[in-house]
């Protein structure tokens, strides 16, 4: 029996009818966006804002009593150590014939002599200690080079060695400011003779107990920049008012604050990369000091945390830092961890299901749930200590619609890269 025309059209509609069936029915591909498991290294640190701060300043105070002459200086003003006139000051009468004023010029000259005293014998234990820093990082160098040593042994004593050379140069600055205001003290003594000579030379020269006594010159203890000026104006002070303060810009350092939580996690020596600091290049340094002390701070959300003050040291030349000062605020990121060759996955491709982490891994066209167990964690990659291979492709930002035996489309694929942060 020959198939009619009209059989023919109605099975090629049956066959249409059991085709749309099945496309019905079978479950679409969904696009998904994956990523590769990698091998590579991984970098955790933490970010926190800091505040740049000149390392040594200091405040010039009126060594006698009497009338300050207007300051011309100005903040940003260049300054050279013993040379550059600060203040001058005209003193009173009433404190050349007060006795007790003497008195306490002169306990102030013993007391300038015994703290420079001080400061040389703590600048000659510093020097003794960085020679003795020097000589274990040059061992420490040689060994890690031959492998006896590991890397913690040698950057502990690469700290070690970098915290004695900046010890020996507050030192040295310790020194100057001491040996200045012994020099001040001695100025200011002078300037309170007897009452019996003053007399004596007021009536040889016939000039009053004001014109007979000389102006007392203040000049720059250091080399560097004023800071801030206190008293512009010509007033009269008493001695121990602040007048002006100075320092070295290009001797800066960086207070950051961070977590007490991750403060036990930096060590002295940790490396340390300054961002958003206004140039195009992030700039270089290193942990010198983790404060002892924590304290409370309210964040911005209202929480009150505790925090520690980590100082860290700039591993750049005067150029790289020249247009940074005094509290100008930076980013800093603190290195904690460093791992070479460890497992990575972006943090997108991690969920958690029945209160473990997860991955959806793609093979054969097909979403399946695997298990992981995680190490270390920066901002875009953690690491799997168990639970994948390299090679294997996770699916990135997974959703409802995708679970074990999903039919799934890659619409793009991303390359880790080992360290990013």
Do not use: C
């Not at 009269?236 to 939580?261: A, C, H, Y």
């Amino acid at each position: 029996m020959k198939p009619t025309i009209r059989t023919i059209i109605w099975s090629l509609i049956g066959v249409a009818l059991v085709g749309a069936g099945y496309y019905a029915f079978v479950p679409k591909a969904v696009e998904v966006e994956t990523a590769e498991v990698v091998e590579g290294r991984l970098r955790v640190s933490v970010r926190e804002d800091g505040m740049t701060r000149i390392r040594e300043k200091y405040v010039i105070s009126a060594p006698v009593s009497g009338r300050l002459s207007r300051i011309q200086l100005h903040a940003g003003d260049p300054i050279a150590g013993d040379h550059s006139l600060i203040a001058v000051i005209l003193p009173s009468e009433p404190a050349i014939l007060d006795a007790r004023s003497r008195a306490e010029a002169n306990a102030r000259v013993q007391a300038s002599e015994a703290s420079l005293k001080r400061v040389n014998a703590n600048a000659e234990q510093f020097r003794i200690n960085h020679d003795l820093a020097k000589i274990k990082f040059d061992r420490s160098t040689k060994l890690l080079s031959e492998r006896a040593i590991s890397q913690d042994e040698f950057d502990t004593a690469k700290a070690e060695y970098m915290a004695a050379s900046q010890a020996v140069k507050t030192a040295a600055f310790e020194t100057d400011v001491a040996q200045f205001e012994l020099e001040m003290a001695k100025a200011a003594s002078k300037q309170f003779g007897s009452s019996e000579g003053v007399e004596t030379a007021n009536a040889e020269t016939g000039l009053t107990s004001s014109e007979a006594t000389e102006p007392f010159e203040i000049v720059a203890p250091v080399s560097g920049k004023v800071l801030r000026v206190f008293q512009e104006s010509s007033t009269v002070v008493t001695v121990g008012t602040p007048l002006i303060e100075v320092g070295d810009p290009r001797n800066l350092e960086i207070e950051i604050d961070v977590l007490s939580t991750d403060a036990t996690r930096i060590r002295p020596g940790t490396d340390i990369t300054i961002e958003h600091w206004g140039g195009n290049e992030p700039l270089r340094g290193h942990v010198r000091v983790i404060e002892p002390a924590a304290f409370t701070k309210v964040s911005s959300l209202g929480v009150e945390e505790q925090r520690v003050n980590i100082i860290a040291d700039f591993d750049e030349t005067s150029d790289r830092i020249a247009t940074l000062g005094d509290g100008y605020r930076v980013e800093a990121r603190i290195t904690i961890e460093e791992l070479e060759n460890v497992l990575l996955v972006p943090n997108s491709s991690l969920f958690r299901f029945e209160r473990k982490w997860h991955v959806l891994t793609v093979a054969d066209g097909k979403a399946s749930m695997t298990p992981v167990t995680l190490g270390m964690q920066n901002d875009s990659q953690t690491q799997i200590v168990a639970g994948l291979k390299p090679n294997d492709i996770v699916i990135l930002y997974p959703g409802d619609n995708v679970e074990t035996g999903t039919p799934v489309k890659i619409a793009s694929s991303h390359t880790s890269s080992g360290g990013s942060e």
